[in-house]
């Protein structure tokens, strides 16, 4: 849109926006209430990766959403590392639930006392790797030269003090639990 409106080219931006993000904001309105939490999260960066994240799920027709109950103004974690966690978590997330007959995706932001709990799930195969070689450089479900996002999540969340992940399936479902501590 912005070379559109840089070379003054109305016509095509007007065709643009009608064709391509006019359907996508009448679908948000529809799933609105899915994301309508979005707004107690205060630090932009991390809105802008879940919210976009999500987004794309929707468009993927995996029945995505958000949830947070209370306002998240701090997280005491490097925004760039917990973008990249969140983005890996959601990315692998996203491609497990398209692999499902009825695919979700779920991401909530708990704020307790001490700790803000990120609680990603999405559903999943019955049988599915064990759980302890998803973390292992060089291990995919996906094919070869694709098997580096969750080493490298392991390998950031290990470079941070107060960052927990814990991941295990329950109830049909993949959960990964990522726990940032005051």
């Given at each position: ?87 890996i ?8 639930a398209?692999?499902?007959e ?29 759980l ?6 060089g ?6 030269n ?37």
């Amino acid at each position: 849109m912005s070379e559109y409106i840089h070379t003054k080219d109305i016509e095509n931006l007007d065709i643009y926006f009608t064709n391509k993000i006019l359907p996508i904001s009448q679908g948000m309105q529809s799933d609105n209430y899915k994301l309508g939490t979005l707004q107690n999260i205060k630090i932009q960066e991390v809105k802008g990766i879940l919210s976009s994240k999500i987004l794309r799920a929707q468009e993927l027709n995996i029945d995505g959403v958000i949830e947070v109950v209370e306002p998240i103004e701090i997280l005491n974690m490097d925004s760039i590392k917990l973008c990249r966690c969140q983005g890996i978590i959601l990315d692998n997330a996203t491609e497990e639930a398209l692999q499902c007959e009825d695919p979700t995706l779920r991401v909530a932001l708990i704020k307790r006392e001490g700790t803000v709990l990120i609680v990603t799930t999405n559903s999943c195969r019955p049988n599915g790797p064990e759980l302890y070689k998803i973390y292992e450089k060089g291990f995919s479900t996906k094919g070869k030269n694709r098997c580096l996002g969750l080493s490298n999540l392991k390998e950031i969340v290990s470079q941070c003090s107060n960052v927990t992940l814990d991941t295990y399936i329950k109830d049909g479902l993949f959960v990964q639990e990522l726990e940032i501590f005051e």
